[in-house]
């Protein structure tokens, strides 16, 4: 069964339609400025939970303190 051209040549165009809004959503994904931006909002979400928050600031409180122990011996 035969296809007459008009049919086509609509089915290929919504084709290249189709082809255009996904090739535009996978350039949005991968869009390097969004990732960043995107890990940047998810690690200070992250840190901003108080069972991480709390835990790091004594690390780095630990931290300091042994290194001016060691400096100052």
Same mark, same amino acid.
């Given at each position: 069964?035969?296809?007459?051209?008009?049919?086509?040549? %609509?089915? /290929?165009? &919504?084709?290249?339609?189709? @082809?255009?809004?996904? @090739?535009? %959503? /996978? #350039?949005? &994904?991968?869009?390097?400025?969004?990732?960043?931006?995107?890990?940047?909002?998810?690690?200070?979400?992250?840190?901003?939970?108080?069972?991480? &928050?709390?835990? @790091?600031? #004594?690390? #780095? @409180? *630990?931290? #300091?303190? *042994?290194?001016?122990? &060691? *400096?100052? %011996?």
């Amino acid at each position: 069964m035969a296809r007459d051209p008009e049919t086509i040549e %609509r089915d /290929i165009e &919504k084709a290249r339609e189709a @082809l255009a809004v996904t @090739l535009d %959503r /996978i #350039g949005e &994904k991968v869009n390097p400025k969004q990732l960043a931006d995107s890990a940047r909002s998810t690690v200070q979400a992250k840190f901003d939970e108080p069972k991480v &928050k709390y835990p @790091l600031i #004594g690390a #780095g @409180l *630990l931290v #300091g303190f *042994l290194l001016l122990r &060691k *400096l100052w %011996r």
